[in-house]
């Protein structure tokens, strides 16, 4: 699942791209000029550097491996423009001078909801200049240039959403509690993520400028937590005797929450984001309603029957464990929805289909900020072109204030695991994701269903000519396929 943040992008005036590939921009920038001058980028002098007056040097390993990765992008595996375009160019542009403003430039920060993406791309011969407040703007401006000639596959994705275990395996790897990943994973040594394995991706995503919010959701979707961690899922009841079966995370005891104190304590440290993803979503009560502790605590609780109160009193304890960590956290609608006490900054994810524009009214009006992943759900599969649907939806068309839709920061394209694995991720992922890319990033002015299906499919192309095997939008071809470029 990819999330895109609340960061606004920044302007471009290009002076460099030709008619056909301006059009093909994906997604837009915010704002943007062009004209009909067209330059050469030549592997044998153009190059990227620091701006002299920039606060960034060669010392910022994250900028010099992204000069290395967009020149790869651009002039890797011996790519040629093609016999027929030689004689469009005007003249070669030289250099793309890369200038941070800010005095502190992040180079070895990670990006935050707080970052600044805004830059500025100016295009003039014989040098481009890309001047951005931050490294995670300037990540964001190189792409547009990268769109020249490359197959760049970016899309403007800012934050990726890992829901890392779930019902059916638990392969994160679990210093505190090894079991949870050895007994609880598909496989202990082949289907898990080791510590290494989780900074690497950390690591990987902080060089292109990308948030990794980790999800551990409970105390529904917990089946496979309770395989290496006794005693602490529900015993379920069938009439007087215990049926075998477990269900959610048991919240009458107090060592369910000595395990989550000490659980994310460990989660706090290895993941660098500001935020915790800690769900509380498809809570199935009635394994709680079975079981007679569990309904001999609810009288003494003053619940009655309302298993709702139940689940808001474990999350609220549990929301009480993650806040003596210092990281915020994200939750799913019903946790809001079921009247948890929560804070201030706390992020409300939309995700429910039905009366989304009320849901977002009520959270924003009590204050509190929402992503909306509710139209974006890209497992659910239709005949025909979908994307379409994607790319028309208005996330600020509820009834609100303006400064209740500020309080909307951004928005998911959600891609559950049920019926996907390594063979059809990357194919049904884009170019539907990038629909909703450009819908998020780019001006809510643009909305032209056949403008977008012109330039999407040439970004399909471009996926495509990187080796992304994404899949088509319509009947058609790639020129690249026959050109042999």
């Excluded at 275990?165 to 609880?184: A, C, E, I």
């Excluded at 979503?281 to 001999?296: A, G, H, L």
Aim: hydrophobic share 35%; charged share 20%.
């Amino acid at each position: 699942a990819a999330l895109l943040g609340s960061s606004a992008p920044g302007w471009i005036k290009k002076q460099a791209l030709a008619e056909s590939d301006e059009v093909a921009l994906w997604p837009l920038p915010q704002k943007f000029q062009t004209s009909v001058d067209a330059f050469r980028l030549s592997s044998a002098s153009f190059q990227i550097v620091h701006a002299k007056e920039s606060t960034a040097g060669p010392s910022c390993s994250l900028l010099q491996n992204a000069f290395r990765r967009y020149y790869s992008y651009i002039f890797g595996n011996g790519r040629k423009h093609g016999k027929n375009l030689e004689n469009v160019f005007d003249a070669d542009l030289a250099e793309l001078q890369v200038q941070i403003t800010s005095a502190d430039p992040e180079c070895d920060g990670y990006p935050s909801l707080k970052s600044d993406e805004s830059y500025q791309l100016e295009v003039n011969q014989p040098t481009a200049v890309l001047k951005a407040a931050s490294v995670w703007g300037a990540l964001r401006g190189k792409l547009i240039l990268v769109l020249v000639w490359s197959s760049m596959a970016m899309n403007k994705f800012n934050v990726f959403h890992w829901h890392i275990v779930d019902d059916q395996s638990f392969p994160f790897q679990s210093r505190t509690f090894p079991d949870l990943s050895h007994k609880g994973a598909y496989h202990p040594y082949t289907h898990v993520y080791t510590p290494a394995d989780v900074k690497m991706v950390i690591e990987f995503a902080r060089m292109r400028g990308i948030r990794v919010l980790a999800e551990f959701d409970s105390p529904g979707h917990t089946f496979s937590w309770g395989k290496g961690q006794t005693g602490l899922l529900t015993p379920c009841f069938s009439g007087s005797s215990p049926s075998g079966t477990f269900g959610p995370v048991n919240p009458i005891l107090n060592s369910t929450y000595d395990f989550m104190t000490r659980f994310f304590k460990e989660v706090s440290t290895v993941f660098p984001d500001a935020y915790i993803h800690l769900g509380g979503d498809e809570v199935d009560f009635s394994c709680w309603k079975s079981n007679p502790d569990i309904q001999k605590f609810m009288d003494q609780q003053g619940f009655g029957q309302d298993y709702r109160k139940l689940e808001s009193y474990y999350i609220q304890r549990l929301l009480d464990i993650v806040s003596t960590t210092n990281k915020g956290y994200m939750v799913w609608q019903e946790v809001f929805d079921n009247g948890v006490k929560l804070k201030g900054d706390t992020v409300v994810e939309v995700w429910m289909n039905n009366n989304v524009d009320k849901e977002l009214q009520n959270v924003t009006g009590s204050g509190f900020t929402a992503i909306l992943s509710a139209p974006w759900y890209l497992d659910y599969i239709s005949y025909g072109q979908d994307w379409k649907k994607y790319y028309t939806v208005e996330p600020l068309n509820f009834e609100g204030t303006a400064e209740q839709k500020k309080l909307v920061i951004g928005g998911e394209a959600c891609l559950w695991g049920e019926y996907v694995d390594a063979t059809n991720l990357t194919p049904r992922l884009w170019p539907r994701a990038s629909a909703v890319g450009e819908r998020l990033w780019s001006d809510e002015n643009v909305k032209d269903v056949g403008s977008a299906y012109d330039r999407l499919v040439k970004h399909r192309c471009r996926m495509v000519r990187r080796g992304i095997p994404a899949e088509p939008l319509y009947i058609g071809f790639c020129p690249h396929e026959y050109s042999g470029n």
